[in-house]
């Protein structure tokens, strides 16, 4: 199975910095490589497929970038709305692999 | 609209049987391929499985911690997906989510939670 493993675990930051996730697969994934944002009680929701195409709605604040191993998540100004967990998905190979997550936090 | 709304979780001891149900809307849902992913509480995100649609023969995909013991179906007439879980362990609790697969995870249910538990 491939392995992905996201950093930080958690992290504090202000409205309006600009935060980066990353996530590493154990093994090359090319950009098969979703993110997605959960709300404490909700449903995940779809951010970003192909490592860096942005979902229909989600604002342009959310980035990806990435390929191959090595991934990253970037939210260029951080917004009240924004204080989730996100988590990373490669979706190479079956089964299907989730990162642990990266619980943002308000500083 | 999209809306995914799952049906049929509760309470059930270790060794016993559930089916979930996830009822379809606002698309045309035999055109997709649909998963089922849970979340343990207070857990990160755990794939389950895939059904593939009836132009790739209805075909499954499992997690191995679940493999031969749960099983996906779909009933296109009814916009209806399904989640036989038989043999359950403590460790399937959780709550499971019906999401549909448009080249990623881009839809997802409200969940049902599944307690196992005597």
């Known amino acids: 199975d491939i392995q992905m493993t996201q950093s930080p675990s958690s992290l504090s930051a202000s409205v309006g910095d600009r935060v980066t996730i990353t996530c590493r697969a154990s093994?090359?994934?090319?950009?098969?490589l979703a993110w997605f944002q959960q709300k404490p009680g909700k449903a995940p929701k779809s951010l970003i497929y192909g490592a860096s195409s942005l979902q229909s709605g989600v604002p342009s604040k959310f980035s990806g970038s990435g390929s191959g191993t090595d991934f990253a998540l970037t939210i260029s100004s951080l917004q009240p709305e924004d204080y989730a967990t996100y988590y990373c998905q490669q979706y190479k190979t079956y089964p299907l692999t989730f990162g642990g997550g990266t619980k943002v936090e308000i500083k | 609209e999209v809306q995914l709304v799952e049906s049929g979780g509760g309470l059930v001891q270790p060794g016993g049987s559930l089916r979930l149900s996830c009822a379809a809307s606002?698309?045309?849902?035999?055109?997709?391929?649909m998963d089922w992913v849970r979340q343990a509480p207070g857990k990160g995100l755990e794939w389950v499985g895939r059904?593939?649609?009836?132009?790739?023969?209805?075909?499954?995909e499992y997690a191995a911690s679940v493999r031969g013991r749960f099983t996906i179906s779909r009933d296109d007439s009814k916009n209806s997906l399904y989640l036989q879980m038989n043999s359950l362990k403590t460790e399937d609790t959780a709550v499971y989510y019906c999401?549909?697969?448009?080249?990623?995870?881009?839809?997802w249910g409200q969940g049902t939670l599944v307690t196992v538990s005597s």
């Open positions: 606002g698309f045309t849902f035999s055109d997709y391929y």
């Open positions: 093994q090359g994934i090319s950009n098969d």
């Open positions: 999401v549909r697969v448009e080249y990623t995870l881009d839809y």
């Open positions: 059904i593939r649609k009836k132009d790739n023969s209805f075909t499954t």
